[in-house]
């Protein structure tokens, strides 16, 4: 099965409900605040959650380097199973929390879980595709974490309906199983550059070697910034969009996370269908075909951020979030693609775990700042400044990132022009 024409397709399949649970798991807890908090008062407190939300993305970032060099040399499927079993073990447990200190370790251990998965299922994914369907094949990868982030706005309505320790069971068991499922029919696929006496980890280069190899190629140093600038408003929309709803338009929690969740994950879905495929031809026909698709993207996001920020009628908010979305689905589809363009396939987990890295450091940041703004009442004025910043990234990618291949291999000289 591993080798037929459909596999890689399979491969997407599969990994798309991991997708699915990676982001569903994390993103439940944003929007169960309000239950969880007649429980654990701590919680009460705008910038304890940001705390709580923060250790996940600290502990997150700090492992997604190492996550990354681990896919280069370890087998990525048992990375990939056993990293769902653990966090979904976590989630679990989560139910069974009674103190805060108990969630905020819970949420350390999850970071470490959930961080060995996104390096090794993208550079799987890549390995198995060719730069004619790259794009759309992580594009619909990337849908299964917006319906994961969906599906978690859910959490808000089915911990009102029962409670929230429930919510946390049943996802938790949902991820166990699925474990399973992957044991079963999840295959490993070697490097291109590998052959089967290099296939071992003492065949693999060194690690010095692949961080300087990486270390030293500008076009990757530019797409590492430009990775983690948008991870800001990224971030704060998967976290703090549910509270903005909540506030601007005067509902309650259990409405507005779904409200807000489904709105941002339906329109990230079109974008990074639409995305993948345009960028699949346009790189036919122009080498930064993928590299002008995503700026497209990413500048649909800088007036939607404006208005998320200063709308207060359901129309402009929805709307607003609708219109970032669509921009940071065509981003997020073109993202590894763009790196394969840079990076031998030898280095591309190590290096997507960098990049996850530098985006999840700036997503704790800007969670834990965004949690403040909240306390203080800023919390719109401060989504709107957000896109300031957005149109620096934009800015630096167009004038410096200039790829010289579809695939890089390494022969090929990796710096921009």
């Not at 679990?92 to 959930?114: C, H, I, K, P």
């Not at 219109?323 to 190590?350: E, H």
Request: net charge positive.
């Amino acid at each position: 099965m591993k080798k037929s024409k459909t596999y890689p397709w399979i491969v997407v399949a599969l990994l798309w409900f991991v997708a699915l649970l990676n982001y569903m798991d994390r993103q439940m807890l944003a929007t169960m605040r309000p239950s969880m908090q007649a429980d654990i008062h701590e919680l009460q407190s705008a910038t304890n959650f940001g705390y709580l939300m923060g250790i996940f993305l600290w502990i997150y970032g700090l492992m997604s380097p190492v996550s990354g060099i681990a896919a280069d040399k370890f087998n990525r499927k048992w990375l990939i199973v056993g990293s769902l079993a653990v966090w979904s073990g976590v989630t679990w447990m989560m139910g069974y929390a009674d103190t805060f200190n108990q969630l905020y370790w819970l949420r350390a251990v999850m970071g470490v879980s959930e961080a060995l998965y996104i390096p090794a299922g993208l550079s799987l994914i890549a390995d198995y595709h060719t730069d004619k369907t790259r794009s759309l094949a992580v594009g619909i990868h990337m849908t299964g974490l917006y319906m994961g982030q969906a599906l978690g706005g859910f959490g808000a309505t089915l911990a009102a309906r029962f409670s929230w320790h429930t919510a946390f069971h049943y996802f938790g068991l949902v991820g166990v199983a699925y474990a399973v499922v992957l044991l079963l029919f999840l295959r490993e696929k070697k490097h291109p550059a590998d052959t089967a006496a290099t296939a071992s980890l003492a065949g693999r280069s060194s690690l010095w070697k692949g961080l300087g190899i990486l270390f030293t190629n500008l076009s990757f140093w530019v797409i590492l910034f430009y990775f983690a600038i948008p991870s800001l408003p990224g971030w704060g929309v998967k976290n703090w969009l549910p509270t903005l709803f909540a506030q601007n338009l005067n509902i309650d929690m259990a409405t507005a996370g779904p409200l807000s969740t489904i709105t941002v994950a339906a329109s990230s879905f079109l974008g990074v269908i639409f995305g993948g495929i345009l960028s699949d031809r346009w790189v036919q026909k122009n080498i930064r075909g993928r590299i002008y698709t995503s700026a497209i993207g990413l500048g649909l996001t800088i007036p939607a951020l404006l208005l998320i920020g200063f709308g207060h009628s359901l129309f402009n908010v929805i709307g607003a979030a609708f219109c970032f979305g669509f921009g940071y689905g065509m981003f997020d589809a073109n993202n590894m693609p763009i790196l394969c363009q840079i990076v031998s396939a030898k280095y591309r987990a190590t290096a997507y775990g960098l990049m996850n890295m530098a985006g999840v450091f700036a997503g704790a940041f800007i969670t834990d700042l965004l949690g403040k703004s909240t306390d203080a009442g800023s919390l719109g004025k401060s989504f709107a400044m957000l896109s300031v910043i957005v149109l620096l990234a934009l800015l630096v990618q167009l004038y410096f990132l200039r790829p010289k291949a579809n695939d890089f291999k390494d022969a090929v000289n990796g710096t921009t022009g």
